[in-house]
């Protein structure tokens, strides 16, 4: 069954500094062909499915598009054109903590952050000892986000967002989440969650990562495809490409 189906995908960015385009041509008698529109292709005619089940890396140099890829996919930007076609709700964690108030404690937080992810005050409430139990966080329900550490700061939004039972998770990133201990559960969880056949898109430079979690990757480079399919092959792609440019 498909769940995500991505046509002919572009995405344009204008990079053109709006401000000093119109007046400085002016004051400084500059041509106005440097001041011209800068257009930069971030996603390029992209054309994937992605099948319930599936776990698919998304891998490429910074800059290559694979954030942008899963923005558009979180809806939380559109594309230039061609489309995308969601069969199922997707619940991005581009960055963990979105949506937490550092003068909130622990307690507020996992409630405000439900809400963010769709999830109902009266449910929530109910699970805030699992949530807490689960980040290793019991002793600070009631102590402000501004006194917790880094560590503890993701270890609270990854156990909040696991506990929503997503069906559909997009990644970015975010496995260095705490200590190894925790960074091993969180491991764990996700084999646990693609073992219950739901779907993952995940963008990370760990390619030993992406060896282990995902089947299928995407190779990026500013925008463009070059090469999806089998996780195996198309990482043996980038790192030839890489080695070829090194």
Known sequence: MKVIEMRNLHKRF?????????VLPFILNIKKAAFQRKEVDAVS???FD???GDSIGLIGPNGGGKTT?????????????GKI?????????????????????????????????????????????KILEYAELRD???????????????????????????EVLLLDEIFAVGDMYFE??????MKNFLKEGKTLVMASHD????????????????????????????IKKYLGDFKKNA
């Open 14 to 22: 204008n990079l053109t500094n709006r401000d000093f385009r119109h």
């Open 45 to 47: 005619g992209l054309t």
């Open 50 to 52: 992605i099948n319930e």
């Open 69 to 81: 890829l899963l923005r558009l996919l979180a809806g939380i930007i559109q594309p230039t054109s």
């Open 85 to 129: 076609v969601l069969h199922k709700k997707v619940t991005p964690v581009l960055q963990l903590g979105s949506g937490f108030q550092n003068e909130l404690t622990a307690r507020e937080n996992i409630l405000l952050y439900g809400n963010f992810l769709g999830k109902k005050n009266s449910v929530m409430k109910k699970r805030i000892g």
């Open 140 to 166: 600070y329900e009631n102590v402000k986000l501004k006194y917790f550490s880094s560590g503890m700061y993701s270890r609270l939004a990854f156990s909040v967002m696991i506990d929503t039972n997503p």
């Open 184 to 189: 091993k559960k969180s491991r764990a969880y």
């Open 207 to 234: 390619l030993k990562t992406m060896m282990t979690i995902t089947n299928k990757c995407i190779y990026l480079v500013k925008g463009k495809v070059m090469a999806q399919g089998s996780t195996k092959e198309v």
